[in-house]
């Protein structure tokens, strides 16, 4: 399952702004050339911006294992018409006419339906297709049919009538519609089904399929369109080398072979083994033996997603939307989670906690990020930012499962938003100065805390229920501020440059103080409604811990509360003292833990954590105004370009960046088009 999109978050992230912006290491080529900030924001049109990701560390890698991304990448990139094709039956045709148009039309260009034609064609670029990535609606064009018309005139293209009277009517008019009453197959534009098939249809036939072990039963559907044949009867038309897409499948197949040849120990290569016999079978069983193979290859540095993977296409929820995600693992940030998780026991033993809270033994929680490296299909342009793999129940019962987020796109998106937030928000200059030198390490380094130590912290007492039981609905917002408590209360801790995790604990600790509390008394709140309360868990838990300090420190003036011409600013005046308040507070949430207080738990996060100040949430909003930005982002990938010698044997593999977002879009369908136009 994919963790979240970012439609979802972002403006949480883009809220935890962090800007520095270290220069991009490219290596040689640019050794001689100035080094300017890398670029995150490509463009943005209608309600899309495109973003660029950055592949930190690359020359870190080997070459042979940066030829393992690269064929990966490659095989990814191979099947991204299947998507497309997926995603309606008529996409190929409307893209291809449309990129025809766009590359050979002569006629005025200064006139507004030519912007709107353009905007247009991005648009389908980023949604693989003319339905809306997030909504599912058909997306309309701003031009009319007949401009269009005379586009396809003046540039020689042919389109059937049929299809261009599609993307001007209201026929097609939902991608996935959930909506029973208008039919969940045919009110949905999906192309996972034949004509004139109805939902029941679909139920009959696989209810009638009777697992080989019922314990264990294949994702019947996963990989087949479902159709009537000839003499009426439902069959799969399946997904697989010589099936339907069978053109593209077996250029995925051509390179994870490549992928194969240069695998970083033998489980990765079996599971690559298998991958490549499903995709040449189509067999079910390999596709549960490929996910059990690939669950259990965790050596390499590098891994990967590929195959029919997400359902959330289908409207009944088990045909699979083709994607790629090849993954580097994050060094940096896996080195300070093994740094923390090292000391897990240490900083458990110095945690402020009750005695009798804390744990005698304790075990740091293992959290990965990963560096992507490439994207395709179900995951490009638009990602999610976390993945949760397989998705199969008995699978993860009784294998468990991959679970990763993907940093450099979080990354980007926390970049994305630059610097102006910051500025206006923040109350004086070295807030800003410290939140640009530091902000980022501190971010990472709290979620590193949070994860590997927070979560894994404290233990119940005997006789006491689980939160769900006694905490109930308010165990999941206690639960993640107790976690940001434990890296709040370590953040400002020399313990953190003893490990050699930061060069300067105090100002790290400063950064992450001033963020949270910016964050947690006023701009989280930009992305509530006007007169709304706050609802979502961790929202909550960063209001409850931000106003309990907050409060509690008002005698001392710990943070103090100021008025500049008319703009709020919550300034830090005492940061020993809001780490102690941070320790008192983690010591009393835990013992509610423990002890399964719920009404003081209750009471917390009611008091502090779910009412907002009207006056300030106004304010907030109207000073966020001018920052409005497009709600969907997506993103370039880089281009891995291989270096070859005379002999034509790679010798390196550099990273570049496509100039544009169009740049790409037609240099893929140029490169990948691998599937007629017809499936
Ligand atoms: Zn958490």
Not at 26 to 52: C, H, S, W
Not at 387 to 407: F, M, Q, T, Y
Not at 465 to 488: H, Q
Not at 545 to 558: L, M, R, T
């Amino acid at each position: 399952m994919k963790l979240q999109t970012f439609a979802g978050i972002f403006a949480a992230v883009t809220l935890l702004v962090s800007c520095k912006k270290e220069e991009d290491k490219k290596g040689d080529e640019t050794k001689n050339t100035v080094e300017t900030p890398f670029e995150y924001v490509a463009e943005q049109f209608a309600d899309i911006k495109v973003l660029r990701y950055r592949i930190p560390n690359w020359d870190n890698l080997t070459l042979k294992e940066k030829e393992l991304v690269y064929y990966l990448t490659q095989a990814g990139t191979a099947g991204r018409d299947i998507m497309w094709d997926q995603n309606y039956k008529h996409n190929l045709k409307i893209r291809q006419a449309l990129e025809q148009i766009y590359q050979n039309y002569k006629g005025d260009k200064q006139r507004k339906d030519w912007e709107s034609f353009e905007i247009y064609l991005k648009r389908v670029w980023f949604a693989n297709g003319i339905h809306h990535h997030y909504s599912m609606e058909k997306i309309k064009p701003d031009f009319n049919q007949v401009y269009f018309e005379t586009l396809l005139k003046e540039t020689k293209t042919t389109l059937a009538s049929e299809i261009v009277a599609v993307l001007f009517n209201e026929k097609d008019s939902k991608k996935v519609n959930l909506d029973e009453s208008k039919g969940l197959v045919s009110g949905s534009a999906i192309n996972f089904y034949g004509e004139g098939i109805t939902a029941k249809e679909v139920e009959d036939f696989y209810n009638k399929i009777k697992p080989v072990d019922p314990q264990r039963p294949y994702s019947y559907g996963l990989n087949s369109k479902l159709v009537k044949n000839a003499s009426g009867k439902l069959e799969e038309k399946v997904w697989k080398s010589g099936g339907m897409y069978g053109a593209a499948i077996d250029k995925v197949i051509y390179w994870l072979e490549k992928a194969k040849t240069v695998a970083e120990n033998q489980k990765q290569g079996d599971a690559l083994g298998l991958l490549i016999q499903y995709y040449k079978t189509g067999d079910l069983k390999t596709w549960d033996d490929y996910n059990i193979a690939w669950l259990q290859a965790t050596e390499g540095n590098i891994d990967y997603i590929n195959g029919f993977v997400e359902v959330y296409n289908d409207p009944l929820g088990a045909r699979g939307s083709y994607e790629s995600v090849v993954q580097i693992k994050d060094f940096d940030m896996s080195a300070k989670m093994e740094k923390i998780g090292h000391e897990a026991q240490w900083f458990e033993d110095n945690s402020p906690l009750d005695p009798k809270h804390k744990k005698k033994k304790v075990v740091g929680i293992s959290y990965k990020t990963v560096i992507v490296a490439g994207e395709g299909g179900d995951s490009s342009p638009s990602t999610p930012i976390g993945v949760n793999l397989p998705n199969a129940d008995w699978i993860r019962a009784e294998h468990g499962s991959k679970s990763v987020s993907l940093g450099n796109i979080v990354e980007a998106y926390n970049n994305a938003g630059g610097s102006d937030r910051l500025k206006e928000f923040a109350h004086d200059a070295e807030e800003i100065a410290l939140e640009e030198k530091y902000g980022e390490e501190a971010d990472k380094l709290h979620t590193a805390l949070h994860e590997v130590v927070g979560h894994a912290s404290g233990q119940i007492n005997p006789g006491v229920g689980t939160p769900k039981e006694t905490l109930k609905s308010y165990a999941s917002t206690l639960e993640e501020g107790r976690a940001d408590l434990v890296g709040l209360y370590y953040l400002y801790n020399s313990k953190i440059q003893e490990l050699g995790l930061t060069d300067n604990w105090k100002k790290t600790g400063m950064a992450a103080y001033d963020g949270y509390i910016r964050n947690g008394l006023m701009t989280q709140l930009v992305r509530l409604e006007p007169g709304a309360d706050i609802e979502e868990s961790h929202m909550r838990n960063r209001q409850w811990v931000s106003a309990w300090v907050f409060e509690k420190g008002k005698k001392d003036n710990v943070i103090e509360k100021i008025t500049r011409e008319g703009k709020t600013y919550f300034n830090i005046t005492n940061y020993e003292k809001l780490h102690d308040l941070f320790g008192q507070l983690l010591k009393e949430t835990q013992r509610i833990k423990s002890e399964g207080d719920y009404k003081a738990g209750k009471a917390l996060v009611d008091n502090y954590g779910v009412k907002v100040d009207q006056k300030l949430h106004k304010e907030v909003l109207d000073r966020n105004a001018k920052f409005k930005s497009a709600p969907y982002s997506g993103f370039i990938n880089p281009l891995l370009v291989p270096k070859m010698d005379d002999e034509g044997k790679i010798i390196d593999i550099l990273v570049t960046q496509p100039k544009s977002f169009a740049e790409q879009m037609l240099f893929y369908s140029k490169n990948f088009g691998f599937l007629p136009l017809v499936n």
